[in-house]
């Protein structure tokens, strides 16, 4: 919900606004607040009509009585946990940004995984690393708020909007519970940034608003992806579609080199260059290495998938009863991300249901997934785009695949079902502040 406060109202009183109030004088706003209580906790943002006189409390205990201590909060943060964090910066006098999840410490409820701060690292200055500015974002539906103070608690956000005078109260269901969504501009090397347009994730877009890959006028460089494991992010969908691993029908030799420029991405940010390589195995022997120097993406592994849908753990659900591992897993190995077995979707128990829909961030924008369990379907590709490739064989002439149904799947490398989702890896150090 978000509250206009400019609306005009005659008279002079105080008006309920969701367990919070607006008061007007003569029809002018003098002052508002806005409640929501998660887990029987009350937090509270009240402002009066001076932009430095905010209040944030948490069961009535104050979080900040002002932007300027707001900004205390931030900047202690940034003393505590940055300095040691990013101590490789010794020497160095610059802005930088960095995403509260890479703290790697707990960090206070109050701030969100998904939030920024952007802070100066100066080794003459005392202390040496001050938060400058900080925008903790979330979204709501298709729409990013960012330059806000943000009281976090899990899944829910009070939020006043500093720049547009507008309120925010808002408790949104985490999209997924199991990942985090991150927005970044891999043409411009911007993290956070905040104009994306759900055009950007039809399938077979890149970014490159000048490039082929553009189909509308509202595309822009700016790409949704899910941050799975340390630095790790993949797209939501399938930049290429329709793709072959590799005409040959073998697998012996990897993915075919014409099936791997797909990955280089010549539009986006030199800063994503790689130089690592991934080992191909059939059993313990090694069928091939793919090199990644040059290519600004990477595939995702097939062990990858099953290390986040959790079937590299040994339970009585996992394929044969044993820890999945893409070396030793055969054909018949193949996996519902929600049964961790051969169970589809319609006959899977409630609760298996639900850990599949909360991995649809997996299998998001491919034909037909909102029936397994995705929470955004492509319905306009019925060729091509059932899922995406993985760069792990299995036999030899298939490659693990994931698909639009909600599986760890087999697929026969020259067919032309798969798509290309690319794997970047981030540092905080390389992007643009």
Request: proline residues 2%; contains cysteine.
């Amino acid at each position: 919900m978000a509250l206009n406060l400019a609306s005009s109202k005659s008279g002079t009183g105080l008006y309920d606004v969701d367990n919070g109030w607006t008061a007007y004088v003569g029809g002018s706003v003098v002052g508002y607040s806005v409640k929501v209580t998660v887990e029987d906790i009350d937090y509270v943002v009240t402002k009066s009509d001076s932009e430095s006189d905010v209040l944030v409390t948490k069961n009535t205990t104050t979080i900040a009585s002002s932007i300027a201590s707001a900004k205390e909060v931030v900047n202690s943060l940034a003393n505590t946990y940055l300095t040691s964090a990013y101590n490789a910066n010794s020497g160095n006098t610059e802005t930088v940004s960095l995403k509260a999840s890479e703290i790697g410490v707990d960090i206070p409820s109050e701030m969100d995984n998904n939030s920024w701060i952007y802070y100066n690292y100066d080794e003459n200055a005392t202390p040496k690393v001050s938060a400058t500015e900080y925008s903790l974002k979330f979204t709501v539906g298709e729409t990013n708020y960012t330059n806000t103070i943000v009281v976090n608690l899990k899944n829910s956000q009070v939020a006043l909007d500093t720049t547009t005078n507008t309120l925010l109260a808002q408790t949104v269901p985490s999209e997924y519970s199991n990942v985090v969504t991150v927005y970044y501009d891999p043409v411009n090397n911007i993290m956070n940034c905040n104009n994306y347009h759900e055009d950007n994730s039809k399938p077979g877009y890149d970014g490159v608003v000048t490039g082929a890959t553009k189909t509308t006028d509202n595309q822009t460089s700016c790409l949704k992806w899910y941050q799975y494991s340390g630095n790790n992010m993949i797209l939501d969908h399938n930049t290429h579609i329709g793709t072959k691993w590799n005409s040959s029908g073998s697998n012996t030799s990897g993915p075919s080199t014409e099936f791997l420029n797909n990955l280089s991405y010549s539009g986006w940010s030199d800063t994503l260059v790689r130089s690592d390589t991934y080992d191909g195995y059939n059993g313990e022997t090694k069928k091939f290495t793919i090199d990644y120097s040059g290519k600004k993406a990477r595939l995702i592994t097939a062990q990858e998938v099953a290390d986040i849908t959790n079937a590299s753990n040994a339970t009585t659900d996992t394929p044969a009863g044993i820890a999945w591992n893409e070396r030793t897993a055969t054909t018949s190995d193949y996996y519902y991300f929600g049964s961790l077995n051969t169970t589809a979707y319609s006959s899977q128990t409630a609760a298996q249901k639900s850990k599949q829909e909360s991995y649809g961030w997996l299998f998001d924008n491919l034909y037909g997934c909102n029936s397994y369990g995705c929470k955004h379907n492509d319905s306009a590709n019925s060729s091509g785009n059932y899922g995406y490739w993985t760069s792990s064989p299995v036999g030899d002439y298939r490659a693990w695949s994931v698909s639009g149904v909600g599986t760890l799947d087999i697929l026969n490398v020259h067919y032309t079902y798969g798509g290309v989702r690319p794997v970047i890896t981030v540092l905080a150090s390389d992007i643009s502040s």
